[in-house]
């Protein structure tokens, strides 16, 4: 079946700009994820979602970053004011359930958004 | 909060040898453990998880790791290497009764030498 899905695959931008990334989990699942991960490193958690609310949105680095998921299916990651130290490749991930205690649903991760902020 | 450290960030292996893949981990609580696997060009792969019971888990590929409380560790081992394991391979911990975030190590990156 089809695994996670993110557009676009490559996003070029000028610094100052406003940028909007587009993750399409695996149909059913109601957690979704977003990571972040710059050169040489791993991913770096950003937020979470359990349905259509963010269950915890502590990693996103400040208010330039903010996520949406108003039908609990697709999300869309949304930068303003872009920086040159936003570039990165923003990952998301999909699992089928998070319940508190039960955390043994596997993450599935998309290709990835390749952001170049120029 | 948790943290993991994977100590090389690169590893150089001939083809058909051993290989062991460093990971330890910190926590105040109690944790799953994960390997990922990340592929030239494409996205992360799960290759094994530890959620309970037997400390020795098996993955895809061949690969295994065990889990190790007191060391706190969950190295990841292949007796065998082939050129297609070449590959970025991240350790990674998650808190048992709180099922978001994912903490990643920096990755090792696994060099196969024909």
């Known amino acids: 079946g089809a695994g996670v899905s993110q557009t676009p695959s490559n996003k070029v931008t000028e610094k100052g700009k406003y940028v909007e990334l587009r993750c399409d989990p695996i149909?059913?699942?109601?957690?979704l994820y977003w990571y972040r991960q710059s050169l040489g490193q791993g991913p770096e958690f950003l937020i979470y979602?359990?349905?259509?609310?963010?269950?915890?949105d502590s990693g996103l680095p400040n208010d330039r970053f903010f996520a949406v998921r108003p039908e609990g299916s697709v999300s869309t990651l949304k930068i303003q004011r872009t920086e040159r130290g936003d570039s990165a490749v923003y990952l998301c991930?999909?699992?089928?359930?998070?319940?508190?205690?039960?955390?043994?649903?596997?993450?599935?991760f998309g290709p990835g958004t390749r952001l170049t902020v120029l | 909060a948790q943290s993991v450290t994977q100590l090389d960030s690169q590893v150089p292996v001939f083809e058909e040898a051993p290989v062991e893949l460093r990971c330890n981990y910190s926590?105040?609580?109690?944790?799953?453990l994960f390997w990922y696997v990340q592929y030239p060009n494409q996205g992360l792969q799960l290759l094994l998880k530890?959620?309970?019971?037997?400390?020795l888990v098996k993955g895809i590929n061949g690969f295994e790791a065990e889990f190790n409380k007191s060391q706190t560790s969950f190295h990841l081992r292949k007796p065998s290497v082939h050129i297609s394991d070449t590959a970025e391979y991240f350790c990674?911990?998650?808190?048992?009764?709180?099922?978001?975030?994912?903490?990643f190590g920096k990755g090792t990156r696994l060099h196969i030498l024909p």
């Open positions: 991930a999909s699992s089928l359930t998070s319940l508190a205690g039960d955390s043994t649903d596997t993450q599935y």
């Open positions: 149909s059913g699942h109601t957690a």
């Open positions: 979602f359990q349905g259509t609310g963010a269950a915890d």
């Open positions: 926590s105040s609580v109690s944790v799953y």
């Open positions: 530890y959620l309970s019971g037997s400390t």
């Open positions: 990674a911990v998650s808190d048992r009764d709180r099922d978001d975030k994912i903490i």
